[in-house]
């Protein structure tokens, strides 16, 4: 019985379709970046990011999206924090371990009503809301003909689920080190809920 989730989700840009580490996207949307190679989808659900590549060509790939790749300043990824707790608080979500990353997000969400891609969804859209109303959305210059701002969101998450209280417990250690293995600080969200199996 799935406990809970470690999920990560991308900001826009960060990991691609046609990655060379691999990626869950069966194709690829834009014309553009399909130049870079065809998707590269895989079915691991383990980490891809240490794996050797070509960085060059991942890094040309970047100059194909049709906006620049987003990487988070500290605030606003205290902007997106705040947006987390609000929809926390509209749908009753436990978050065990929060880390708000300059390119990614990782989490881990109690099991709930909802399906953890809805979750991850409710979380990004009040992120975005939040952002936007704090003057700081990282695609601001960019409007879309109706005025809104494009998402700063790559479109899906990567949930891993977890089925034990020793791999929740793994999954939150994971999270709560992941900033000091970039040599960050450790983050303290007050919406993060210890776990107690």
Known sequence: MVLAYHTIFSAYGFWLPNDPRGSWSDYIRSWELLRFGKATKVSTR???AAQPHDYQQRMAAKTALKYPAVKFTGKQALSVAHGFRRAISESGYVLHACSIMPEHVHIVA????RQIERIVGHLKGRASQELATDGIHPLA???LDDGTNPSPWARRCWPIFLNTPAQVRRAIKYVE???MREGKPAQN???VVPYDP
């Open 46 to 48: 383990k980490s891809l």
């Open 177 to 179: 080190d992941n900033p």
């Open 189 to 191: 969200w007050s919406f």
């Open 141 to 143: 210059n960019y409007p």
């Open 110 to 113: 109690a099991r709930h009503r």
